[in-house]
């Protein structure tokens, strides 16, 4: 049985994944910017920073789930 909590990091699952295959596909164009990202391989760290960004969120709103469900537990009972 799959939770709201389960439906909504599905669905940002996919949102992600597909802003990220726009992105792929945007990112063939060479701007100055993204030279200049690449040539100091400081885009690897944009991207460590989003992974750890996006993995916070992440795990607070599993957490936020299980006390919301403890929650309604108690209320039941």
Do not use: W
């Not at 949102?15 to 690897?44: D, H, W």
């Amino acid at each position: 049985m799959i939770n709201r909590a389960s439906y909504f990091l599905l669905t940002l699952v996919f949102t992600l994944c597909s802003l990220l295959v726009q992105a792929q596909q945007q990112n063939t164009e060479t701007g100055p910017v993204n030279e200049m990202f690449r040539s100091n391989g400081k885009i690897y760290v944009v991207v460590a920073v989003l992974l750890i960004i996006f993995i916070g969120i992440i795990i607070y709103l599993v957490q936020l789930d299980r006390k919301i469900s403890k929650l309604e537990k108690r209320s039941q009972h």
